[in-house]
Structure formats: C-alpha cells, structure tokens
C-alpha cells in the first residue's frame, strides 16, 4: 500500500509514492487540517494552510521551506505559542504513553 505526498515549490505541486507503513503505526503525534492565519493591516495572512500529518514513535520530522513558508508558525501552533490576535482551526492531539502501549 502506498500513499501520495505532495511537495509544494514556488506553486508548483509535485506528487510522489511512499509506503504506508505509517498507518499500521500508532501515531505520537497526528495533525489534522491545521491552519493559522494571522492579522495584518492589509487583512488576513494564511501561513499555514490545511497542515496534516502524522509521526509515529521513533520517527522524526524535518520541516523544510522557503522564508516565509510558514514553518515556524506551524510550530508555534502545535505548542499553542501563537501571537495574539492568531486564528487557528484544525485538530492535533498528542498520545501519551499508557496510550501508546495500548
């Protein structure tokens, strides 16, 4: 079983097959939908825009981008330390580890 993933490089969208083998995984950490916008005097910016992914244990994430692509706001949303005025929507839920055990 293999999953699409989605590579987005100065508008352009590239598409590659990786193994599933992260559903058979329980997840540490599982984003979903995640977005952040941010107020500025020329109206709303969207820096993070519909974020969803998983990490399992003994897995790492690096976030790679361009200036300005949102990975620090991305960061700052999943520890809840966003300026204020910041508007979030999406889910994440971090799994303790009775539940990972289970």
């Known amino acids: 079983m293999y999953n699409s993933l989605a590579f ?8 590659f097959c990786v193994p599933a083998y992260h559903q058979r995984v329980t997840p540490v950490l599982e984003v979903r939908g995640l977005t952040v916008e941010l107020p500025t005097v020329a109206g709303w910016v969207r820096p993070v825009n519909e974020v969803s992914l998983r990490i399992g244990e003994g897995e790492s994430l690096g976030l790679v981008g361009e200036s300005g692509s949102g990975k620090t706001m991305l960061s700052l949303a ?18 303790t580890q009775a539940q990972r055990k289970n």
């Open 8 to 15: 987005v490089y100065r508008e352009k969208v590239s598409r």
């Open 78 to 95: 999943l520890m809840g330390l966003l300026p204020p005025g910041a508007r979030v929507s999406g889910e994440a839920s971090l799994a």
